[in-house]
């Protein structure tokens, strides 16, 4: 069997209202809560993967990087742009508006509450 990855922990300051921001910007699927008393609230990446947000007391930001085809960069630009998230080319501007990433032909980082960044890459 290969390795693949099943789930993260992404910390939060609320953990659901920050799985349904990044559900809703990401175009993602929101699942039920799940664990101990529901304390992960995770969102539906792709068959094999589920970001799990869980909240913490101080939660630290982490980096999470996704590849998507034009047609959901697209999609995803146009619901960043609706809902007003600041969003930027570079992982120390990701508020810049632009979309000329440093590593591919389109792309663009945003952040969460929790310091979180965002990164979604596009080919063309």
């Known amino acids: ?21 990044f559900a809703s910007v990401m175009g993602l699927e929101e699942l039920p ?3 101990r008393n529901g304390h992960f609230a995770p969102v539906r990446v792709n068959d094999q993967l589920t970001l799990d947000f869980m909240a913490v007391p101080e939660p630290e930001g982490h980096h999470l990087a996704f590849d998507v085809d034009p047609d959901t960069f697209d999609a995803i630009l146009a619901r960043i742009r609706a809902a007003g998230v600041a969003f930027g080319s570079e992982p120390t501007r990701p508020d810049n508006g632009r979309i000329d990433h440093p590593l591919c032909p389109r792309g663009l980082f945003f952040k969460d509450d929790a310091g979180n960044l965002f990164e979604v890459m596009s080919p063309a």
Do not use: K, Q, S, Y
């Open 1 to 21: 069997m290969p390795v693949t990855l099943n789930h993260t922990i992404v910390p939060a300051a609320d953990h659901r209202a920050a799985a349904r921001f």
């Open 33 to 35: 809560p799940a664990g």
